[in-house]
């Protein structure tokens, strides 16, 4: 059965998500949260999840803490990956099928670069607006995409919520199909994250 959504779970080591500055060491965290597609079929809403996570970020130098680099405008890119057969559905033929249309023999894996990002007006209850621009690659097909997420800072760490839609034949691949066709996955999808990234040294906003 196709479920409800698709959830990415950041949990254990498949994505990568890297943040890189220069004059910055990479620091590993454990990331908490969840970042998932919402796609629909001719039959109903389906559903696929990876546990299988990785995350670093770049320290800054002097001792700054994650959180300030942010709001300082230091980042100068961010690389996330998403290795094709971390992707899990509890339907094998859907997961077959869509490794195929993803091309995962010659391109195993969907990347971002982040290029840049601006971080809009804190909102009454500290959360922050930021726009960001980068490349996303998928079955090796890379667009620039524009991406709004919200910005939340406290003690834990950073919190980062947004939403992409994107069409997945943008990309050249074409929505795999069930049953010889008779259920077909719908163009459309969402993309939806909510991630925690910790940092020991994160202050209150």
């Known amino acids: 059965m196709i479920k409800n959504t698709f959830r990415l779970f950041a949990a254990a080591p498949c994505l990568l998500l890297t943040l890189t500055a220069t004059g910055w060491a990479q620091t590993a965290l454990a990331p908490r949260g969840s970042l998932w597609i919402e796609g629909d079929s ?29 709001k300082n405008g230091q980042f100068s890119g961010l690389t996330a990956r998403i290795p094709d057969a971390s992707l899990k559905s509890g339907e094998s033929g859907l997961d ?68 992409y839609p ?15 066709g008779a259920i077909k996955v719908k163009d459309p999808v969402v993309i939806r994250f909510n991630l925690l990234l910790p940092s020991s040294t994160a202050k209150k906003a």
């Open 42 to 70: 001719t039959l109903h809403r389906w559903s696929s999840t990876s546990t299988a996570v990785e995350m670093s970020v770049a320290a800054p130098p002097s001792g700054e803490d994650l959180a300030a680099a942010i």
């Open 166 to 180: 994107l069409n997945m034949s943008d990309y050249g691949i074409k929505p795999p199909t069930l049953m010889f």
């Open 96 to 163: 077959k099928n869509m490794r195929v249309a993803m091309k995962a023999a010659e391109f195993p894996e969907v990347s971002y670069r982040l290029d840049r990002y601006e971080l809009g007006k804190p909102a009454a209850d500290g959360s922050t607006p930021v726009k960001t621009s980068g490349e996303l690659t998928i079955a090796g097909r890379t667009r620039v995409v524009s991406i709004d997420a919200v910005l939340t800072f406290s003690a834990e760490g950073v919190r980062l919520l947004g939403a």
